[in-house]
């Protein structure tokens, strides 16, 4: 297994943070890599993310857990692999939390396939992070 995680301190609450991901639609807002994306259900377990990366071809995503405001785990199965990514906001105080982006390439492949594939996937968490985060915090006010 492969696995990274990248975290990021904010004062936006759970809630704007929730806002923000369960609007599918409005990532490329802070996600500078979406070229298109296309949420097929609720947000919630079981439904399908169709998102395509500048200049990539189009990756189905599953939600495999959803817990509002707090939690969403989203899954690409790619045969010989298995992209994983949690997404969850921890409280540290009463001002303060801490966004959490954690991925894990599991699968039959995940020990050679991982290492090539985790970071660039994973390489822009910190900036996708940073504007998700001022975008939540604005939002908060």
């Given at each position: 297994m492969w696995a990274i995680e990248h975290a990021v301190e904010t004062t936006a609450a759970a809630e704007d943070v929730w806002a923000l991901?369960?609007?599918?639609?409005?990532?490329?807002?802070?996600?500078?890599?979406?070229?298109?994306?296309?949420?097929?259900?609720?947000?919630?377990?079981?439904?399908?993310?169709?998102?395509?990366?500048?200049?990539?071809?189009?990756?189905?995503?599953?939600?495999a857990e959803a817990d509002e405001p707090t939690l969403f785990v989203d899954e690409a199965d790619g045969g010989d692999v298995v992209v994983r990514t949690t997404h969850r906001v921890e409280p540290l105080d009463a001002e303060r939390s801490r966004i959490v982006y954690q991925m894990?390439?599991?699968?039959?492949?995940?020990?050679?396939?991982?290492?090539?594939?985790?970071?660039g996937i994973s390489g822009d968490f910190p900036q996708?992070?940073?504007?998700?985060?001022?975008?939540?915090?604005?939002?908060g006010g």
């Open positions: 991901w369960s609007d599918v639609g409005g990532w490329p807002s802070w996600n500078a890599d979406i070229e298109r994306i296309e949420l097929e259900g609720p947000f919630a377990a079981g439904s399908t993310i169709v998102m395509t990366p500048v200049g990539g071809d189009p990756v189905e995503l599953r939600i894990e390439i599991g699968g039959a492949a995940a020990d050679t396939i991982g290492p090539q594939l985790g970071p996708v992070l940073a504007a998700l985060v001022a975008l939540a915090e604005r939002r």
